[in-house]
């Protein structure tokens, strides 16, 4: 708004300024206005053939076959009677028989007139000087017997404009003594068509004859040049039929010939004029035009053919008109207001475009209200007032460059301190005044390609960081739009680019992390509110992943958050860490403590108390078992640990699957034999060596093996079978045991896990030995299934692929 206010005082005084300017080169540069509607009059171009007015020339081909000028006037006394045999509508003249030659020719030449009743006869006024009086100006009439003769007098004056050029005529004249002729070219139109004086009629501005009614330029001073004054009251502009030579055009010696057809003659108006360079009544009309070619139009007109002119246009209704200097000076204006506004409200190609259509609607309009309306336009005013435009727009230009020079000084200042700064002068100096002038185009150039190299530079540092970054990062808007995600954010939520860019942030979040709705949002609302907020995550890979989400506000400036920075790091190695530690805790607290306790108890018992030697006996029998089996689930945990943390290597061989299960059978024929199970086992010869670590392989079926004793009643099968599948051995334990419930199916594969129903139960065992088959099947590229078995009891399948 401030600015608004501060600019209107501007824009007054350039509104002010303009029409100042616009009044000046109207008043005192003229000229201007004339060489405009001589451009008008050459773009228009010539009007259609003028048919009403033909004229009888008295040019060099007269003068060569009649006779050297003055010719006797009975020759012109003749060229009359032809035209008078001829029918002509109307004669002007276009001769001053002022001084009288022998009685005779003049008799001859005013019976000719008389005889032809439609001629008009020119008169001119002059100075007179005299010793003891002032100056007058008086008529110069023909002599009055051939005036007397002459149907009308019409004075024959054509006084050219400031530039010399013939564009008017008064339409009527006066002496010192009041005595007032029209103008001859209006005489002729008024004989040709009867119109007396009755019928003529004059009003502010107009001049109305018959049906004709010719506009009048009623101010007093028309032109004026520095120290000259014009003063051409009831004047009428002409509107010229074309360049000299536009009429229908014949020699005086033709016409006395008999050369002229009747039909150009018959009915017209005929204008009897010198037209011979040589006879010197030549005046600069406007279609004239001095080309090098010679080109039509290269001539001055002849008087005779001006006031064919003037008669066409009365005749024609072509008068032309020009609007009142309040009219010119407001579309002045209003083309200036269009130009300021153009330049204020708009830019680039379409300040360009409304330029240049206001220009051509200017030109356009213009050349329509001359040559439909013959209206002449004010080219000159409203050119001057577009004009404006030129200083606007510098002045608009030199603020937008100072205002770059400013921002660029500032950009670069804002960016200095961070990366070393280009050589070479000082871009981030400030303009020091308002009215230091802008800087150079070079120069802003340079500066603009410094500052872009160290911007980009800039930026692909930060990238660098970010893609180089260990931690997933994600930006989000805050409307709840992702903006940003790196690298390592992409490759964590297996997702590309174009997944993440725009996608709603807790939508996001809570589909690809899984995170809990609410508190997701909670976080993110959190981080905006300035609290920082962490969340933990899994992704659910082959191996799982786990993931902690920072999230914390994006602030612009201090208190102002436009988003929140989601800060992604890996812990799955912590996570792996801490179940580690809590299993080993359930391993010391749990499953060594209750050995520990019965050896401790046991021991104590031996130590302290007299035992009878069979009890005592026992008692080391117990105190053996129990070392033992601690030993062996120590051993277990370990192996299992090791595998589970890759330092053990596979030892791959060739192991063919019938010594690998005879050997299993082999090893637990006691424990089977004692509970009274019997081992069977189904291998087909083809089955092919299997590539694998033997010992591992063979510590999983025997796992197997010995869990299909331990959980079996006495009196029943234990079969292991093997068989190809697809490119894979499946080694099947069946068991005729006690089974296992389907909802403990995936736990039993857990550490430390056993049926409720075994850990109360005297059967030994520490929940370590399923886990460990599991893991050397995945270790080898197998897996490892439990199903019910057809008749009860359990199916265990180890599959193994034969090659790893
Ligand atoms: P354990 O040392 O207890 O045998 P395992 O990991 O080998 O540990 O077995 C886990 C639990 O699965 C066992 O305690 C038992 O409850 C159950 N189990 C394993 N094998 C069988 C089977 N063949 N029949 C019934 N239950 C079984």
Known sequence: MRGNYSRSPRAILILLVSSALVALVTWFAPGLSAASLNLLFRLRGPLPAPTDVTIVAIDDESLRRIGQWPWPRSVIADALDRLTEAGAGGVGLDIIYAEPTNAEEDQRLAASIARS???????????????????AINWLRPLPAIARAARALGHAHVAPGVDGMARSVQLSKADDRGDRLWAFGMEVVRVAEGIGDADLEERAGLLRFGGHRVPVLDEEVRDSIPGVLFVRPNETIINYAGPTRSFAHYSMADLLEGKIPSAALAGRIVLIGATAPSLGDTRVAPFMHFSAGGEQGGQEMPGVEIHANLIHTIRGRLSLRSLPEEGAFLLAIVVILCAMLTVRWLDGWRQVGLLALLLLAILAGSFLAFSRYHIIPPLVPMLTGFGVVVPLLLNRALAASRELDRKLAALVSSQQGFLTSAEGEDVSRQPSSALELPRSLAWKLRAVDDLTTRLVARMSFIDRILSSMGEGVLVSDLTGRILFANQEAMRIFGCRESDVIGAWFDQFLIERGRLEPTAARDAIGGALSGRVAQLEFEVALAEPQYYSLLLSALVAQPDTAIGVVALISDISRRVEMDRLKTETLQLVSHELRTPLTSIRGLSDVLLKFPVAEEQSREMIDTIHAESVRLGEMLNRYLDLTRLESGAQALQLAPVPCGRLIDDCIHNLSVPAAERRIRLHAEVPPTIPPL??????????????????????????????????????????????????????????????????????????????????????????????????????????????????
């Open 117 to 135: 009743g439609r001629v008009v006869l020119p008169a001119q006024l002059y100075e007179t000087f005299s010793a003891n009086s002032a100056p």
């Open 691 to 804: 590539q694998a670590d033997g010992l591992l392989l063979r510590q999983a079926v025997s796992n197997l093996l010995g869990n299909a004793i331990k959980y079996s009643p006495p009196d029943t099968d234990v079969t292991i079978a093997a068989e190809l599948q697809s490119g894979a051995v499946a080694i099947h334990v069946r068991d005729q045991g006690f089974g296992v419930p389907p909802e403990a199916r995936d736990k039993i594969f857990q550490k430390f896990y056993r049926l409720e129903r075994d850990a109360s139960s005297p059967v030994v065992g520490a929940g370590l030995g399923l886990p460990l088959v599991k893991e050397i099947a995945e270790r080898h590229g197998g897996r490892v299934t439990l199903q019910n078995g057809p008749a009860g009891g359990s199916i265990f399948t180890l599959y193994l692929p034969l090659s790893v």
